[in-house]
């Protein structure tokens, strides 16, 4: 959960001289870098080799084709979770609108506007497990956030989405400026 995020392009708000309350850019979080995916698939590749070689020197040349194959299911399968990493969800809660962008893989958008004063914040709490859902609804439309977050980063955004909800209804910033 970021502030101020280069992916953020201005929005109306701010045009009219509204400063926000509350503005993040939600992103999934990737553990394996680009570095170590260099590397896995250097060792990847350097055990297929192995292998391969042993079963050409006996005779079984054929099965070099499938250490060939595993090595792009591999690299496919890890540019297309790369590529799903590429998604973002940003949340801007101005005094009188609440604006929802989702940026989905293949820069699908889709963006929910919603009146401050009317929306309904749902958090959905496990006791074992934290915050498992949060959800924005306003006359019969329900926008899911941050589904692909975990479970500590869910129940954090969602304190501060509450809060930045109660500051916008009340009329009032929280104080410190932006929450991140």
């Known amino acids: 959960m970021t502030s101020d ?3 953020h392009a201005p929005d109306e708000g701010a045009a ?3 400063q926000p309350f509350f503005s993040a850019v939600l992103t999934p979080y990737r553990s394996l ?3 170590g995916f260099l590397v896995l698939m250097l060792c990847t590749g350097a055990v297929c ?5 042993m079963f050409v020197a006996v005779g079984a040349w054929p099965v070099m084709a499938f250490f060939g194959l595993d090595i792009a299911l591999v690299w496919f399968a890890f540019r297309m979770n790369y590529a799903a990493a590429r998604a973002h969800e940003e949340i801007i809660i101005h005094s009188h609108e609440i604006l929802i962008r989702k940026v989905g893989p293949g820069k699908r958008l889709q963006e929910y506007r919603f009146n401050t004063f009317w929306v309904r914040l749902t958090v959905d709490r496990l006791d074992d497990e934290g ?3 949060i959800l924005l609804t306003s006359r019969g439309e329900a926008v899911p956030i941050g589904d692909f977050l975990n479970p500590p980063d869910r129940t954090s955004f969602a304190g501060a989405l509450t809060a930045a909800l109660a500051a916008a209804k009340a009329g009032r910033h ?3 400026g932006l929450p991140a």
């Open 5 to 7: 995020n280069p992916k």
């Open 33 to 35: 870098g680009q570095n």
């Open 131 to 133: 915050v498992t859902r």
């Open 16 to 18: 009219t001289g509204d």
């Open 49 to 53: 080799l192995a292998h391969g070689v």
């Open 174 to 176: 929280l104080p410190g």
